[in-house]
């Protein structure tokens, strides 16, 4: 996916990378080099993916793509941890009457709660909640750009587009989009979730002025699950690593590498620093080819 990048007074060209595929009989020993190649030589101020597999990220390393540790992490947060896998094994297994352990699973998911969920005195229950649609969202969501040094530039047209392919995932459930203000009306934080009863909602990006992460997360987690889901996960990112440290029972895996690669040394210093959007929108992993079903039903 094109798109544009600004840091300082700058406008950068760049290329998000998704999926390497290979048609079949292709010598897939040499495809994914020659591809990354093709890519480094398209021109690109700076090339950047959130989603790549351990194999890729052999390819890419020796290329010079720099690797981002939090943002290629995932968080997750069980609120029905026997719930969950209950439903994980229902699927593997469907015909196999797991149904019957249903009961158990609440009584294990009602003790686990007891021992990890302590009561937490949020900054949420002051601020101003605001349910928004794509249009409200893509309005607001620039203002939280600029807290960083590199960030993309998102014409209106493009964030929407992006936001309309995100609502077409189906996998955690509905697109919502939920904006945190204060007393005031000032605008502290706003977040995007797929989620609804009886899943593990996915959040899709997550927005917070400068010492406001733990609100924004807070009212997040609470609201997933008010909605009845399962549990709740996302992407890490090296802002919000602080406040996700806080919550019991919440687990940290890998999700796929966050690279970078760029011949410009001021792009590389603000990556070193830390100093960089990349990861939610801003990638690759938000998109349907991460969790959505897409086999070709077999003829009978």
């Given at each position: 996916?094109?798109?544009?990048?600004?840091?300082?007074?700058?406008?950068?060209?760049?290329g998000i990378?998704?999926t390497?595929?290979?048609a079949?009989?292709?010598?897939?020993?040499?495809?994914?080099?020659?591809?990354l190649r093709?890519?480094n030589?398209?021109?690109?101020d700076?090339?950047?993916?959130?989603s790549?597999n351990?194999?890729?990220?052999?390819?890419a390393?020796?290329?010079k793509?720099?690797l981002l540790?939090d943002?290629s992490?995932?968080w997750?947060?069980?609120f029905r941890p026997?719930?969950?896998?209950?439903?994980k094994a229902?699927?593997k297994?469907?015909?196999?009457?797991l149904g019957?352990?249903t009961p158990?699973?609440g009584l294990?998911?009602?003790?686990?709660?007891?021992?990890?969920r302590r009561?937490?005195r949020?900054?949420?229950a002051?601020?101003e909640?605001?349910?928004?649609?794509?249009?409200?969202?893509?309005?607001?969501?620039?203002?939280?750009?600029?807290g960083f040094?590199l960030?993309p530039?998102?014409p209106?047209?493009?964030?929407?587009?992006?936001l309309?392919?995100?609502a077409?995932?189906?996998a955690?459930?509905?697109?919502s989009?939920?904006?945190l203000?204060k007393?005031?009306?000032m605008?502290i934080g706003?977040?995007?979730?797929h989620?609804?009863?009886g899943?593990v909602a996915?959040?899709?990006?997550?927005?917070?002025e400068?010492g406001?992460?733990?609100t924004?997360?807070?009212h997040l987690?609470a609201?997933?699950?008010?909605m009845?889901?399962?549990?709740?996960?996302?992407?890490?990112?090296?802002?919000?690593?602080p406040h996700?440290?806080r919550?019991?029972g919440?687990?940290f895996r890998y999700g796929?590498?966050a690279?970078?690669?760029s011949?410009?040394e001021d792009?590389m210093?603000?990556?070193?620093?830390?100093?960089i959007l990349?990861?939610g929108?801003?990638?690759?992993?938000?998109?349907?080819l991460s969790?959505?079903?897409?086999?070709?039903?077999?003829?009978?």
């Open positions: 996916m094109k798109t544009r990048y600004r840091i300082g007074g700058d406008a950068l060209s760049a990378l998704s390497l595929m290979a079949r009989g292709a010598n897939h020993g040499t495809a994914a080099p020659r591809l093709a890519l030589a398209a021109g690109f700076l090339q950047l993916t959130d790549a351990r194999a890729s990220l052999a390819f390393r020796p290329m793509y720099e540790a943002e992490l995932r997750e947060l069980a026997a719930t969950i896998l209950l439903d229902r699927r297994w469907p015909r196999r009457p019957l352990l158990f699973a294990s998911d009602a003790l686990i709660g007891r021992l990890l009561p937490h949020s900054k949420a002051l601020c909640v605001r349910t928004l649609d794509a249009q409200a969202f893509a309005e607001l969501l620039p203002r939280f750009l600029t040094r960030h530039l998102w209106r047209e493009e964030l929407l587009w992006l309309d392919q995100a077409q995932k189906r955690n459930g509905p697109l989009f939920v904006a203000c007393p005031q009306g605008p706003c977040y995007a979730l989620g609804e009863a899943r996915s959040v899709v990006h997550v927005f917070a400068r406001h992460g733990e924004v997360l807070d987690i609201s997933a699950e008010e009845g889901c399962t549990g709740v996960e996302g992407q890490a990112c090296k802002a919000l690593m996700l440290y919550y019991p919440l687990i796929g590498a690279m970078v690669r011949g410009r792009v210093a603000a990556l070193r620093a830390g100093d990349i990861g929108l801003a990638g690759d992993r938000w998109t349907r969790a959505d079903p897409f086999g070709v039903p077999r003829a009978r």
